[in-house]
RNA sequence: GUGGGCGUAGCUCAGGUGGUUAGAGCACCAGGUUGUGGCCCUGGGGGUCGGGGGUUCGAGUCCCCUCGCUCACCCCA
């Protein structure tokens, strides 16, 4: 028990815990780059103003905020995309379109800690800007796929499921409710979770008639191929088909599910709209993303279409955990060097540097200890490889070379052990 | 903010109805002699039993308060 413990919500990333954040965020990197996306990064710290403009007042209670010297106010950032709107909308002028980047930044939250969310956590951004078409839709739905597929998931582990705002609102004008609120799609929102019943009150509460209110909370029932069979979703119906054979042509459309349910309680988006979950539904949302074609405009740039997703690390962890996926821990290092004795440590330590100069990553013991313990604590570092130097050794020109795994043991130069680590045993 | 569950060693947990210096396994450290590991054997360090108060001759155990963690709700950008 030390003087002071974690603050809530936070976590310590002990090197068991980091190597495995460090893997996913690897292979997060490896796909956005493999996609064709530039990485970017902005300040943890930003103007207050720049999330409650976006978002209203009352969000600055989920928000970590405070005063600086300088009267400032202050916040931790919550979320990245007014950061990213933000920096594109100084230089739109002098970005080439589309622009596609994407960030893997470290967010705060001041909200109630509980399974797979945490105050502070980390996220991969990715969004294109300057594309108004599903061509984008599709990219970077595609791109969150194999964002989970790299990480060692599949069609069995986890589904996306998208819809489209310009389709729900022709369906809801259809209903009768023209020009919808926001609330009223946070109430659609909440239906499988919380039931038609309470979404009734909530619309007929809200002012919509009662057939009406009717007809759209049938959403979450309704049979998909029933919705698109509906009238007058004309040039709707046919993007999400195009959406659709995108997706086939990217091979991820086992992963992909049209869901007229899919709403998204936010209120600024515009588009097509998106959500990753695991298969089983035990655990809260994996990503949310889609179409956010104004939001640029209101933070004071030029209109821009954009589409980007969200993608946590704590909800990801909670499923490789769940599925036993998680990553085996990988080797410190290389090569472990043993002194025989104590007057063979500047030797040792010699060797160890041409190997580290060579690119090869060693340890060795730095207290002196018998040779079966050192082997012990190489054992223990998962070293391949143990290199002993003693008298014999010194006399001799040579090193002796054990590989750990076999327990083989053979004589060889600092340079034959260089090219054997490096390119592995000669036939 | 609301409700449930839980706080004993670094970790996982034992500790009937209150009773001597609070235990185990794993982990850690040191040995098992002088140049060969993972096993095994021996030994060791480490806990103000979350904190405070009360009842009692006596509290890890009972009562009250408090703090923390956790799960769910609200929210989820």
């Known amino acids: 028990m030390t003087r002071f413990d974690r603050l809530p919500g ?17 292979r997060w990197r490896e796909v956005a780059l493999r996609y064709g996306f530039e990485e970017y990064d902005a300040p943890v710290i930003e103007p207050l103003g720049l999330f409650t403009d976006k978002s209203g007042e009352e969000i600055v209670e989920q928000i970590y905020s405070f005063v600086d010297r300088g009267d400032r106010h202050i916040a931790l950032r919550p979320e990245m995309t007014p950061s990213l709107a933000r920096m594109v909308a100084a230089r739109s002028q002098g970005l080439s379109k589309p622009i596609k980047w994407f960030s893997i930044p470290r967010l705060f939250r001041y909200e109630r800690p509980q399974r797979g969310r945490f105050r502070e956590f980390w996220q991969l951004n990715l969004d294109i800007l ?22 060692g998931l599949n069609a069995d582990d ?22 919808p609120e926001p609330w009223v799609y946070t109430v659609l929102d909440k239906i499988p979770r919380f039931g038609i019943k309470p979404a009734l009150e909530s619309f007929v509460k809200g002012g919509i008639p009662a057939d009406s209110a009717e007809r759209i909370a049938d959403l979450q029932m309704i049979d998909r191929d029933e919705f698109m069979g509906l009238p007058n979703l004309g040039e709707h119906r046919d993007r999400m088909a195009q959406l659709r054979s995108y997706l086939d042509a990217y091979g991820v459309g086992d992963f992909c599910r049209f869901d007229p349910g899919v709403v998204r309680g936010l209120a600024y988006y515009t588009g097509v709209v998106f959500e990753m979950y695991d298969r089983k539904g035990e655990l809260r949302a994996i990503c949310g993303g889609g179409r956010y074609d104004d939001l640029l405009e209101n933070v004071g740039g030029q209109t821009l279409p954009a589409a980007g997703f969200g993608l946590g690390e704590a909800v990801l962890i909670e499923l490789l955990e769940a599925r036993d996926r998680l990553p085996a821990p990988s080797s410190r290092c290389e090569v472990f060097v043993i002194p025989v004795s104590a007057d063979d440590r500047r030797a040792a330590i010699e060797v160890l540097t041409q190997l580290r100069g060579a690119g090869i990553a060693g340890d060795l ?10 082997l012990k604590r190489a054992a223990q570092a998962s070293a391949r490889a143990a290199i002993l130097i003693g008298e014999r050794e010194r006399k001799g ?21 260089i090219a054997r680590l490096i390119y592995g045993t000669p036939a």
């Open 10 to 26: 936070t976590r310590d990333f002990y090197p068991d815990e980091m190597r495995i954040r460090r893997w996913i965020e690897d």
């Open 365 to 374: 013991a730095l207290t002196d200890q018998s040779v079966a313990k050192a």
């Open 158 to 179: 986890f589904e996306l499921r998208y819809s489209d705002r310009r389709l729900l609102d022709a369906f809801l004008a259809e209903a009768g409710v023209e020009e």
């Open 397 to 417: 020109g040579h090193l002796t070379f054990r590989e750990l795994d076999t327990g083989n043991e053979t004589t060889l130069s600092v340079e034959q052990i």
């Open 130 to 151: 300057g594309v108004a078409g599903v061509e984008a839709d599709a990219e970077i739905m595609a791109a969150g796929v194999d964002a989970l597929r790299a990480c």
